[in-house]
């Protein structure tokens, strides 16, 4: 949908003042790449009945990682018997790498990268035991008063890395809105400068996230009116977001340990989305460098909130479940997209044995979510 969330023109306001600063994130606690950002709660568990669990993040820490931090504090990983740690992560493809590797127990990331990994390594087999993020955040982003549709990107000159994913999905996206993508031109940069690159003009627009895309153009001085998002999601590719994986020897090693993190996780998501305002000052108190820009975490939650997470879907079957049929679509779409060399099944990816009982999933009532103010 183009030009959502007209909600943040305020925060953009406030963001514009920040436009010299880094982009969001990218000073927070988690992302020393030499160190673990471990949440205080676990450091000071005194009870070494606890299981430790290792976990990493996509990407950064962010306010996106609120149900974890809640989870933390609130103690239900503790209730469960788990001592949860979590460190930053640099990327779906390199989470999903070195979750492979059994460096860690349990990481968030997309179910469509996985998948390349599978196909590249049977033998080290990932799936999803939730998919709290019910939809993708995939997006191609432009501030060109001329694109007002994906058929106008003919001819155009996008950036992205080069693993990135909603990149290596555009073919997809173009065959959908008919565009030939032959006719684009890619610019390859670091992930940290893929904003700059649009914001500079070097290139008309930027396939990305939108929760990490949207911030960092907000932040550099556009307003949400000079943006345009074209997400995946209202063109024919119907993907869903961020999962949580295991490595399925570590799943089926150690049962309770995902069950468990799976209920506590769900619960810290149903507080988040009671009160996102708590649950954004928690991911604040969390930050050890004190340097995160919480106007720009509001609104990478916002949009994830509005767009992704609070969906007519998730209300239906509750957090952290998928609609089988509308996944194996998905699945079906990433072996053209991304060239696998065989046709996955829903259940080689997924499985909802580890979910809660629907009825402890559920989101929680609309009179009982507070607004992100």
């Known amino acids: 949908m183009i030009k959502r969330l007209s909600r943040f023109m305020s925060i953009a306001a406030s963001l514009a003042l920040l436009a010299s600063c880094s982009s969001p994130g990218a000073n927070t606690s988690a992302n020393n790449p030499s160190s673990s950002a471990v949440s205080p709660a676990a450091n000071t568990n005194t009870n070494t009945n606890l299981r430790n669990v290792n976990v990493q993040l996509a990407f950064l820490f962010q306010s996106l990682d609120a149900p974890l931090i809640l989870a933390i504090n609130n103690g239900y990983f503790a209730a469960e018997g788990l001592n949860v740690t979590y460190e930053r992560g640099f990327g779906n493809v390199d989470t999903i790498s070195k979750l492979g590797t059994g460096k860690f127990d349990v990481a968030f990331s997309d179910i469509y990268n996985t998948l390349e990994f599978n196909d590249k390594n049977p033998n080290d087999k990932i799936i999803a035991v939730a998919v709290p993020i019910n939809k993708a955040p995939f997006a191609v982003l432009t501030l060109?008063?001329?694109?007002?549709?994906?058929?106008?990107?003919?001819?155009?000159?996008?950036?992205?890395?080069?693993?990135?994913?909603?990149?290596?999905?555009?073919?997809?996206?173009?065959?959908?809105?008919?565009?030939?993508?032959?006719?684009?031109?890619?610019?390859?940069?670091?992930?940290?400068?893929?904003?700059?690159?649009?914001?500079?003009?070097?290139?008309?627009?930027?396939?990305?996230?939108?929760?990490?895309?949207?911030?960092?153009?907000?932040?550099?001085?556009?307003?949400?009116?000079?943006?345009?998002?074209?997400?995946?999601?209202?063109?024919?590719?119907?993907?869903?977001?961020?999962?949580?994986?295991?490595?399925?020897?570590?799943?089926?090693?150690?049962?309770?340990?995902?069950?468990?993190?799976?209920?506590?996780?769900?619960?810290?998501?149903?507080?988040?989305?009671?009160?996102?305002?708590?649950?954004?000052?928690?991911?604040?108190?969390?930050?050890?460098?004190?340097?995160?820009?919480?106007?720009?975490?509001?609104?990478?939650?916002?949009?994830?909130l509005e767009d992704l997470i609070i969906t007519p879907e998730a209300e239906s079957l509750g957090l952290g479940a998928v609609d089988p049929q509308r996944l194996q679509t998905s699945i079906t779409q990433t072996v053209e997209g991304f060239g696998l060399s065989s046709q996955p099944t829903v259940a080689d990816i997924f499985t909802d044995e580890f979910l809660p009982p629907k009825e402890e999933r559920a989101l929680p009532p609309q009179n009982e979510r507070q607004p992100l103010s």
């Not at 996206?173 to 030939?180: I, L, Q, Y």
């Not at 009160?275 to 340097?291: C, E, G, H, M, R």
């Open 144 to 304: 060109d008063d001329a694109i007002t549709s994906p058929q106008n990107l003919a001819g155009k000159t996008l950036g992205a890395p080069a693993g990135d994913g909603p990149r290596k999905l555009f073919p997809l996206f173009a065959k959908e809105t008919g565009v030939d993508p032959n006719s684009v031109t890619w610019t390859t940069m670091e992930p940290r400068l893929r904003e700059t690159f649009l914001l500079q003009g070097k290139v008309d627009a930027i396939s990305a996230f939108s929760t990490s895309a949207l911030p960092s153009l907000l932040k550099g001085g556009k307003s949400r009116d000079d943006i345009k998002v074209f997400y995946y999601n209202d063109f024919g590719l119907d993907f869903y977001g961020n999962a949580i994986l295991a490595k399925e020897s570590f799943v089926q090693q150690n049962p309770d340990v995902i069950r468990g993190f799976v209920r506590a996780y769900l619960k810290g998501m149903q507080d988040m989305l009671r009160n996102p305002n708590a649950a954004l000052d928690a991911v604040i108190a969390a930050d050890q460098s004190k340097l995160m820009d919480r106007e720009a975490e509001k609104v990478r939650l916002q949009v994830a």
